[in-house]
């Protein structure tokens, strides 16, 4: 088992680095570093006295991802709020497929994020693992056309974790990217294909090993749907603490800012910025489109 650790913070330290289990890490926070595969976790025989960092557990070449998870099926039923559906925005019917833009001004390339108050409030609840203890999490946004999400996909399943942690998160991407496939009909994808991960710290940077991990994560979706043909985004989703009180008016009313949309909710500033297959600045160009 290959275990890629990778950190999301930037803060201005001096660089240590580390053999862990074979691997370099690099770190600037001066701590102890850990690693464990999923299935230590779950056998109970993990030392997690220090940081576990982001391990993404895969196997040697097999797209199964190893033994540490089981694969997602198109029965798998993501855990969470049970008030809150699997695909917020299409809660009951298979994600649509259409080809293209047509008829838009975005060029591809160009993510755009529909300026709705209620897609705002779910994007929030999954920022915020949908429980009020902030811990790294992963999730999706897919869509019909190569520049608009309208699929809002949660994966915080434990099945798909190893740990996850207000500064680290274990995930089994091919996992994740078999749960995504699942919901849509054998040979159709979908056009855009955006993949986020929090970062409770705020940071919209990405590390050197988020830059290193990124082309097996688009990877596995290019497994799993059988096909490179969709816009595919990394995404970090940044949470702060603003510590205000925003009134209703001031609250899921997204902007643009440094090239990223941002958003107020009653305890945290949201911010998403997007990236390309590496997770290689600069960052993709990001709109906000008027619904309706």
Sequence with gaps: MVRIPFFGGDDDEPETHEEV?????TSNRDIEVNTASVDEIEAGTADLGGLTVH???????DSSGGSSTSRASATDTPSGPTSEPETPSQPSSTPTVSPDDAGTSYSRGTFVLPADRDFMQKLEARGLNGHQRIVETVYVLAGPSYTRPTDLIRLDNEEYYGSATRSSVSFNPYAMADKVAALYPDGEAPKLIARFHTHPRGTLQPSGQ?????????????NAFGTDDFEFFHGIHGLEEHGGNPGPDERQSPSVRSNSLQWSGERFRHKLAVYGERFEPPRKDVALAQEG
Excluded: L, N
């Excluded at 289990?21 to 890490?25: A, K, L, Q, R, S």
């Excluded at 391990?55 to 070449?61: F, K, R, V, W």
């Excluded at 988020?210 to 290019?222: G, L």
């Design 210 to 222: 988020d830059k290193q991990s990124a082309p097996k994560v688009r990877s596995a979706f290019e």
């Design 21 to 25: 289990d074979g691997v370099t890490v």
């Design 55 to 61: 391990a993404i557990s895969m196997g040697d070449g």
